[in-house]
């Protein structure tokens, strides 16, 4: 409520509501999309150079291959992510089933997660949260296990 006991305003409350360029900002924030994936576009650590002060990036072994991970990056990013998702779903009024909210932005997911995450990481993901929620009946994951990132 306004201090003068006035409802925000449609304008207002628009402006309030959080947008994906700030999910895009925030992800930049913490080192950009290429660096928080850790399994995009880097080479393995044979071929890299370590810090001479010894700081090596943490190891994940990704398809029989290890390369360096930022598990904090990529933790807070996906947290980040599914929040800005619950926002938006709130606003308009979703399912409240995480099943619900994928189906009803599988396109923004798939264009926001798929663009740093990598499309095994994504469907990874994507099944931890179906295993983990009710399934919905109009969850339909099938169509990302095609795409090609």
Not at 32 to 47: I, K, L, N, S, Y
Not at 65 to 88: A, K, S
Request: glycine letters at 8%.
């Amino acid at each position: 409520m306004e201090p003068d006991g006035q409802l925000p305003t449609e304008y207002e409350r628009l402006r309030a509501r959080p947008r994906r360029c700030d999910l895009v900002r925030a992800i930049k924030k913490r080192g950009g999309f290429r660096r928080a994936a850790g399994v995009m576009g880097m080479r393995t650590t044979g071929d890299m150079q370590q810090p001479r002060d010894g700081s090596a990036p943490p190891l994940r072994r990704v398809s029989g291959q290890v390369r360096p991970c930022n598990y904090w990056i990529w933790e807070n990013m996906w947290r980040d992510l599914l929040q800005y998702m619950e926002q938006r779903k709130a606003a308009r009024n979703i399912a409240p089933s995480v099943g619900g909210l994928i189906t009803a932005y599988r396109h923004d997911l798939a264009e926001a997660v798929g663009k740093f995450a990598g499309i095994r990481t994504l469907n990874r993901r994507l099944d931890m949260l179906a295993r983990s929620q009710v399934p919905s009946p109009h969850a339909d994951f099938d169509y990302l296990r095609h795409q090609v990132v």
